[in-house]
Each structure stands twice: as C-alpha cells, then as structure tokens.
T-cell receptor
C-alpha cells in the first residue's frame, strides 16, 4: 500500500530548514528516501532500517519511528541543490518498495 | 562505475503500436526492477527479477505487457498494443539482492 507523504510541496529560502513526513498503514521493515530532479532518475539518499540502523551519504538526516510507522526527512540549512521532488519508499516484509506521491521542494536564493 | 543504462530515452508512438524498452543494470546487480511513473506520482513497480526469474509480476498488466531478462543481465519491457493511458516514464532499477535500488534515467513514452 502506498505511503502518505506530507507536505505535498514546500518553498524555502537558502539556509532554511524543512521536514518531510512519510506514513504507512502497515508495519515497516525499512524506509528508503530518494530525490528526483525534473527529467532525471530518482537518486538514492538514505535508507533507514528497522532496529535503528541508518545508511546514507548526504548531509541530510532522517528518523524512523517503527511504532508510529513513520519516517521524517530533515533538510537543514537548505541549499539550492536541494530542490527537487523527494520520495519515500516503504518496504514491508516482501522486499517490495511502495513509493509515496512525492514532496516537491523549491529552494530559492 | 557505470550506472543503470536505459534506451531509448524518449519514444513517441501511435496507439495500438508496439514498443520496447531496454535496460542494462549495474554490473553485478542480480536484482532488476521495472517501474512506471505517471506524471506527479511516485514510481510503481511492474516487475522484479532475481537473476533470470521474475519473482514478482503481480502488478504487470499481462494482457499487453511482457518482460524478459535473458542470461540474468539485460532486460526488455514490451507493450503490445500500446494505449493512450500507457504514456508515462518507464524506469529500470537494479540492486544487489534486496539492497539499495539504483535507478536509470528512464524512457519517456508518449502514446498519441
């Protein structure tokens, strides 16, 4: 089942912070975050695993609340390059990722 | 390391015509995925392969869509015949087993 993302869109000025939320109605095994720029492939940002392990490679942080079946992505001190659409992909126990509808982030100078 | 390669990048066809998309995954990745992404939506899984075996094709509209992954490397996704509602971006992704998925640039299909 598709996770629910909020907000749908957010506009920031450089240096501002934002939080993107991802909620599932089913128990989660992991949450994957991707960013997609217009006309390009989704780019992997981070994976959060059940049990608390977090793997990623960018200066963007995230949290995973197993009890609430939610994940949040934190954009801190945003840069122009953070603009794009952020998708969360939720994985349950069947190795299948279900993606949310996305959150469009626009960072302005 | 080369990423996931897809071709063509764009395709415009008339409805009822056939169309095929090709994907070459990252070297060594045994799991391959085909997704469809409609405008303003997240990717939706069509089919997942582990090596040559299609382990999840529950979302593939089998009346008009088919896929194959010969020799467990490259894969082809075919639509025959195409309908107006098939217009979308078709994304291929690959992973090592069930680890992080890496996406290709996609094929943007327009059905007229």
């Amino acid at each position: 089942q598709q996770p629910v993302q909020s907000p749908q869109a957010v506009i920031l000025r450089e240096g501002e912070d934002a939080v993107i939320n991802c909620s599932s109605s089913k128990a989660l095994y992991s949450v994957h975050w991707y960013r997609q720029k217009h006309g390009e492939a989704p780019v992997f940002l981070m994976i959060l695993l059940k049990g608390g392990e977090q793997k990623g490679h960018e200066k963007i942080s995230a949290s995973f609340n197993e009890k609430k079946q939610q994940s949040s992505l934190y954009l801190t001190a945003s840069q122009l390059s953070y603009s794009g659409t952020y998708f969360c992909g939720t994985e349950h126990t069947d190795y299948k990722l279900s993606f949310g509808a996305g959150t469009t982030v626009t960072v302005r100078a | 390391e080369a990423g996931v390669v897809q071709s063509p990048r764009y395709k415009i066809i008339e409805k009822k015509q056939p169309v095929a998309f090709w994907c070459n995954p990252i070297s060594g990745h045994n799991t391959l995925y085909w997704y469809r992404q409609n405008l303003g939506q997240g990717p939706e899984l069509l089919i997942r392969y582990e090596n040559e075996e299609a382990v999840d094709d529950s979302q593939l509209p089998k009346d008009r869509f088919s896929a194959e992954r010969l020799k467990g490397v490259d894969s082809t996704l075919k639509i025959q015949p195409a309908e107006l509602g098939d217009s979308a971006v078709y994304l291929c992704a690959s992973s090592l087993r069930t680890d992080t998925q890496y996406f290709g640039p996609g094929t943007r299909l327009t059905v007229l």
